[in-house]
């Protein structure tokens, strides 16, 4: 059972500008990956509310930081899509901006849910994150999304040559199949998140 009540998620703010954020104090956990990987689509099963999170076919959607509250305490961050683009947290967008500020300067940020595609995971841009999470010394755990689209075999190849990859770091990054479709891997992430938000 989890301790917390994800189903009690409620809509905070939106953030366009680190201003327009909650005084740092409590816990945060940012979901963040490429777009269209499935991060609102994550917080929306997690939650167990439909349309909580706006999920869409259009990539690239989120373009603010969407937060929502679980508690007086705990709050769920819905990051855009990361552009990556050469340098590891350096993106030209103002919205990229504001993740990568975000990331350098919240203290209450407990953790990160990094949400790969399972059949496109660890692109260039993961990696660099990854890099800069553990450089970081910040806790990265990695849903490996839509695995409902693999069959078991293929799905569990792909989680092994990710643990594989991050066999070096596994005290800063963990990893596990999600599928906001099946809720493949639901009790798993709810698990994790009640460590980073205890
Ligand atoms: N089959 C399947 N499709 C999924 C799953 N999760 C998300 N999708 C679909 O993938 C698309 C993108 O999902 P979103 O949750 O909006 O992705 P996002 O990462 O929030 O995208 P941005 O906000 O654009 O960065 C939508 O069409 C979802 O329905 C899943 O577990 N299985
Ligand atoms: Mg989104």
């Given at each position: 059972m989890s301790k917390i009540n994800y189903n009690q998620a409620s809509f905070l703010l939106s953030a366009v500008?680190?201003?327009?954020?909650?005084?740092?104090?409590g816990n945060e956990v940012a979901f963040i990956g490429r777009?269209?990987?499935?991060k609102s689509s994550a917080i929306n099963t997690l939650t167990g509310i439909k349309g909580l999170a706006r999920s869409s076919?259009?990539?690239?959607?989120?373009?603010a930081i969407n937060i929502f509250k679980l508690n007086d305490n705990n709050r769920l961050m819905d990051l855009p899509g990361y552009g990556f683009?050469?340098?590891?947290?350096?993106?030209?967008?103002k919205w990229m901006q504001l993740v990568n500020d975000y990331l350098q300067d919240?203290?209450?940020?407990?953790?990160l849910v990094l949400i790969m595609d399972i059949r496109h995971p660890l692109k260039e841009q993961d990696v660099k994150l990854l890099d800069w999470a553990v450089t970081c010394q910040l806790k990265v755990h990695i849903l490996l999304s839509?695995?409902?689209?693999?069959?078991k075999g293929p799905a569990n190849n792909a989680l092994l040559q990710v643990k594989k990859a991050i066999e070096p770091n596994k005290s800063y990054i963990s990893v596990q199949l999600f599928s906001?479709?099946?809720?493949?891997g639901l009790s798993d992430l709810q698990q994790q998140l009640d460590k980073w938000f205890a």
């Amino acid at each position: 059972m989890s301790k917390i009540n994800y189903n009690q998620a409620s809509f905070l703010l939106s953030a366009v500008a680190l201003k327009h954020l909650p005084e740092d104090n409590g816990n945060e956990v940012a979901f963040i990956g490429r777009s269209n990987a499935g991060k609102s689509s994550a917080i929306n099963t997690l939650t167990g509310i439909k349309g909580l999170a706006r999920s869409s076919k259009t990539p690239g959607r989120t373009q603010a930081i969407n937060i929502f509250k679980l508690n007086d305490n705990n709050r769920l961050m819905d990051l855009p899509g990361y552009g990556f683009t050469k340098a590891p947290l350096t993106v030209s967008k103002k919205w990229m901006q504001l993740v990568n500020d975000y990331l350098q300067d919240r203290g209450c940020l407990k953790g990160l849910v990094l949400i790969m595609d399972i059949r496109h995971p660890l692109k260039e841009q993961d990696v660099k994150l990854l890099d800069w999470a553990v450089t970081c010394q910040l806790k990265v755990h990695i849903l490996l999304s839509k695995a409902d689209k693999l069959k078991k075999g293929p799905a569990n190849n792909a989680l092994l040559q990710v643990k594989k990859a991050i066999e070096p770091n596994k005290s800063y990054i963990s990893v596990q199949l999600f599928s906001s479709l099946d809720k493949i891997g639901l009790s798993d992430l709810q698990q994790q998140l009640d460590k980073w938000f205890a």
